[in-house]
């Protein structure tokens, strides 16, 4: 993977080009052993007018041409939608070896209205109005009279209602959600791909502009350039690879009708309860976590899907210290997406290369005693009252 | 399928839905018993700002959630591409059941330039000036000095410049393409979805506006709003269909750097052969063609591809009468892309819908009598000298 941050000279092929030659060098292997290519973008064509064939156009001046080349999107899951299909590429006989890219280009300091109707459009656009009004009446009550907001994408306004619907099912406090955010930006300090590597405390995160409440700057995932890649391979391809990571389930589902105040019905429970039945594995037996925290609380929300918690004490759990590096389950060990970074579309991929990196031991400062099993959740756009799609994805080694 | 045409008043959704709800009551199946869903779109990012989810979006409102969705692009090729994924994901064992759908909404008449924008979005954006001098520069001698030429599409010049020089390399003449654009706008007349339904002999269509040399408007693709939905089955849930249609092969693949004049090199004939070599058939197997003639030329083109006819003898071939209904190959029996129309996400799923219509004998007044095996050509995008991508999928039955 690339450093994530702001790219403001490098382009879509300048971030796939370093994030495909990085995989390529890590595994072995030869632009020309590339059977079959999925590509994952999802700002290019609102920004940049390239809505079609990237993957064919950012990887062909690297020599990956003449295979199957195909581009998915998923909004923020894109990523790891990407990997799912390349797996069944791979299950179906359609290739051995299999590369899953993932390139994203978000910062445009000229064009801040694109930039954010790019984030619009991981919703329904025709019912923006309707969606805006349902989560700003959730826990509406919570919000102090005097709570100053800011310019911000509106999925800080999701994230900001789901949060006080689950502050007042459960309790959960706004100390809490700074708690996981100053776990993760402290994380990311050890991180040398990280956009952000400043150690925070739950003070300082507290103390950050307001964005929407409860969320403040520091809760919430910044705007971020970077590109991931990784390759899969068939068990026969990758025999003999001491270093290869067995992807050992998928569970992927999308947004359904409930209740918001059906807990257990979110898709991110429904994906996890999925991914792990196919690995035949629970969540007591994860080692290490990465979930989707596009902002912190999603992290409160998303641990307790994964089952490393149970419900409604996702923000206990973290308070308690359990998923910091050294904790009973360490969660996004590298800083997650509000320190480390999210370029939307490479984002899913980059939680597994990480996860990859932990179950191989070459996590360097950032590594996780004796990690063998991983889980990755990856949830994007939103529909409904919950993400529009989700998946989970669980690694062995 | 729907009826293609400029649909002002429907959205993608209303498509979308009009589409699948045809394709699951020809199947007979119900909207909960699809377990994946694959969904084709190109131009809402750029034309309507919904950049993501696309598919979650349009599909939640027939009841089609909490299952495997996800959103595939390869410009015009899109729809073929997301078939051939969702083969996959059934020979994997991800699904049994896999609804495929392409919907587009092409036509805005009060924003042109987005349109155009969104056409030349097809090719790298970073490159367009080289490959509008190199598409210029073909067979350039052969343009009459008076010849004018009309507002058009960015690929409108890509075809053009390829089709001079084919021209120049075996002699194809002007006639040849106009008769190829005039039997498909013949063969639509009976087509009761085809946007434009005027019969026209190769004279009617020199006679119209030119586009650019050697192109009129009656040898080039409209814009066209429409959606058409296939549903996928493994083999054990089919069994007992007397209707299902077999897909025998799929070749897929991606431009790659050749000579102009290298014609055998065209990854058109690359993604033929492995498609006949996978079906264990071959050119001469085939009972019906549906070829991407996203201008009458690349019909012309893509026949000698698909090995319809030798390499150069397209004109002649299509001359002969022999791709006519009642000829000994008929291609685009309903009309192909320019008389029947191209909403570019659905072209793709639109040739095979078409296609399994006439191998099982219910393509009405045009049905191809005795029709059992069909090949079906789609590419999409531009990059270097060939489409970006092409599938070409045989199916029988």
Redesign the interface.
Known sequence: MTPLGKHLSR?V?DLTRKAVTGALADAGLQAHQIEAALFSN??Q??L???????G??AL?PLGI???????????CA?GS?AV??G????????AETVLVVGAEKMVFPDRTEQVM??F???????RIEETASAMAALGASLIPADAPDAPRSFFMDIYAGIARAHMEAFGTTREQLAMAAAKNHTHAAENPNAQYRTPFTPENVLADKPVIWPLTRAMCAPVSDGAAALILQSTGAAKGNKRAVKLAGTG??????RAVDDWDGH?GK?AADLAYEAAGLGAADMHVAEVHDATSFAEILQIENLGLCPRGEGGPFTASGATARGGRIPVNAGGGLIAKGHPVGATGIIQIVETCRQLRGEAGSMQVEGARAGVCENG??F??IEE??TLVTVLTR
Request: glycine share 12%; no cysteine; hydrophobic share 40%.
């Open positions: 382009t092929k999802t700002r064509p609102m940049e007018g390239q809505n079609a064939v990237r064919e156009i062909s041409e003449g295979i199957k080349i195909v581009n998915v999107e998923n909004a894109s939608s799912a299909l797996a069944a590429m791979i299950r179906a006989g359609e109707a790019a619009r459009g991981g919703t329904d656009i025709e992927w589902t999308t947004a359904r009708a898709l429904r994007g756009g529909l409904g529009a799609v």
